[in-house]
């Protein structure tokens, strides 16, 4: 895209178009829901944001994928005026979020990983205080939280107090109360961390639904399957920087459609095994693990299996999985999700 | 309210933001039994103990003609509404400890509606503790002196004393880390004030250098005016002493609060 020139290219153009394109009442694309140039934020030492170009256009789903510590967060809660850049611009629904946060907040709805609820009132009476602070009027708000309980499929537990609902539940809530307020655009930090697989699945269903009906999301996530379901576009942030960007389809290719996960009796072992598959495959040891992205199925796997035979190496365990996030970090950077991966392994213990 | 046609006032997002929180505040204090059987439960002991335990020793330094029942009152009333800020600090602090103030931050709401929608919510539980005083006095033999139009002045003084008040305990509520520490934190501040006052006992009592402290404070100068008020004597000086000190805390802490809470929005 042609507007995510970084600053000091700019101003070294230098032309008089360009310099007044750049003054503070430049027109951006108005296609465009979102627009972030060069954000930077620092948290005393840590560079938590280190220079990041977000174009979002209306009616389009953008999901900014990483581990945890790579500035996902951070970026969402400048977008929502929660947090102010150190540098950078952010315009969002054509308006500056730094300079206005007042005149966007109308506009956007946010739901996060920590579902922002009450839990001593009812679900029904979460969504009705939303609407009034909103500065509905009683029957107004009492008639937007009944549709969007409806909405929801949150009728039935519509009038118990939302602490005993569930974390799919409570997230589900969450979603609609981001909603009460008819936002044109709509943020989502991390929607399914935390949860139990048949909670991701109906929560996706949700917001698969509110994509049909042309939302405008940004969300957050560090499952790669998330981004692949939800997104049009998939920015993928490492350390406050954008290591890649392109479609699902595009992140993926260089991935193939599943990961071959062999474990050996020991390292060595492991080793001897990258050694005899480098040549028809692209095999990553981890320890006494090889892993093996292929794009067919079966035929593949077979493959792999003969290979090892014929140098008598046999492995201990055998399994297939879609590729992660780690798998696209491998592939992007030629290393592993540093820090994030021990929080995600300890997180599936 | 034609709230949803045209374009609300600032001043009118803030008051009815201010009545929305207020409400929601409530709820949680309604809907949970135990708030409000301890919320009565405590002055209940306050009343009980002091006038059955001490009533008989401290009567002897009390003005004459003067029963400890009837000085008491005032006193507890104040002390209770006192204490009950803790509350403040408590739902503030837990507020901040779960995702609710992030949804209340990224809406298009006043800011103020938060902190003030808190001392709303404290001011209607205050004002249900001195029904609750009042009824309870009154079965014991508490009588007001001066008629209805006095007890309805101690009553209003002693409510602007609490909000102004709860302002400095909001305060506390944004500084500390969560509920629990904010209870442990309000309590050096309360106890004194409470204790170290005219509220009890009178302050002739106390050594010297004690009274200094328990003659200016903001506590005694509200008992005092409230014993006024409702037993009679010279009310004035009490009356603008409270009052003074009232506005000097709101002035003071509320900007305090309000600013803390913005530099929270902002990390």
Redo the contacts between chains.
Sequence with gaps: MSRSVSAGVTTTAGSAGELAARSPARRDDPGLAIVAEGLVKRFGKVTALDGVDLHVPYGSVLALLGPNGSGKTTTIRILTTLLVPDAGRAVVAGIDAVKAPARVRPLIGMAGQYAAIDPKLTGRENLIMVGRLAMLTRSAARQRADHLLTQFHLQDVADRFSRTYSGGIRRRLDLAAALVHRPKLLFFDEPTTGLDPGSRRDLWAVMEQLVAGGATILLTTQYLDEADRLADQVVVLDHGKIIAQGTPAQLKAGLGSSVVDLSFPDETIAARAVHALAGANRPAQRGDHVEIPVTGNTESAMSILRTLQAHDLSPTSFAMREPSLDDVFLELTGHHTTEATDHQEVAKR | ?S??IGV?TPRA?AL??AA??T??NL??FV??PQSIFFASLQPTMFVLIFNYVFGGAISRSLPPGVGYLDYLMPGVFVMTLAFGTILTAIGLAEDLN????????????ARS?VLSGRTGADLCRSLYVLGWLTALGYALGFRVHQGLLGFLAATLLTLTFTFALSWVLCLVGLLAPSGESANLMSFPILFPLAFVSSGLLPISTMPGWLQVFAAHQPVTYTVNAVRALILGGPAATAVIGSLAWSAGILVVFAPLAIWRYRRA???
């Design positions: 309210m709230v949803a609300p997002v009815t933001n929305t929180i409400w929601r709820m949680g809907r949970v779960t995702g609710i103030i992030e949804r209340f931050r990224t809406l298009p709401m509606a929005a902002f990390g």
